[in-house]
């Protein structure tokens, strides 16, 4: 008898249980579509941002001319476009305005602006006068190592630098301090007792 009614009662036991664990799922469930739907809100507040921040672009308005109005995404997002579309110096200045910043935005930018300075160096370096192709790549090679202090896990600034030493290699130490004249060295006529030093 008491087996009996241990059965009955963990027979009724069970179906609250699997209504449970059902409103459990349910809501788990019904948690994951709200924060998708939050994050799809989001997404859609950035991109309308973007679309109005490149309008102003376009029309040359004031908050095109004082980008620090609109938010850094934004201006990011602005400069990537610039850059795809083929306006290379108006991205670099947008990404440059951004690298100041120590976010990860900010080391974003500082990259993009290496890439884009790199890609311009072999883009002169192919050109009639090669040598502009040298103050690119020590101002890409400077981006890439402050980047590098920054974060020293940055594989892609790590590449980057690599392809920067490849076209601009750093000089040698050797080749860079001034030779120190010989201890005993003659000295020049100008500077001799008895000698003249005008015109013969």
């Not at 991109?47 to 004082?66: D, F, L, M, Y």
């Not at 072999?122 to 202090?149: D, M, S």
């Amino acid at each position: 008898m008491r087996a009996a009614r241990s059965l009955g009662l963990s027979g009724l036991g069970r179906p609250k249980v699997r209504w449970r664990l059902l409103w459990a799922l349910l809501a788990a469930v019904l948690a994951a579509l709200a924060w998708d739907a939050a994050a799809l809100w989001r997404a859609q507040r950035w991109n309308e941002a973007i679309r109005q921040g490149r309008a102003q672009v376009q029309a040359g308005e004031q908050a095109a001319r004082s980008p620090e109005t609109l938010p850094p995404e934004v201006r990011f997002a602005i400069a990537a476009e610039l850059a795809a579309s083929g306006n290379g110096d108006a991205a670099l200045d947008g990404w440059r305005a951004l690298q100041s910043e120590n976010t990860p935005l900010g080391q974003a930018a500082r990259f993009n602006a290496a890439s884009a300075l790199l890609r311009e160096a072999e883009r002169l370096r192919g050109g009639p006068q090669p040598g502009q192709a040298i103050a690119l790549v020590e101002l890409a090679k400077e981006n890439l190592r402050e980047l590098l202090r920054r974060d020293p896990q940055h594989w892609a600034a790590r590449y980057n630098l690599e392809r920067a030493q490849r076209l601009q290699p750093d000089p040698d130490e050797g080749e860079t301090a001034p030779a120190a004249a010989p201890r005993d060295a003659e000295r020049a006529a100008t500077t001799m007792r008895g000698v003249s030093q005008g015109l013969p």
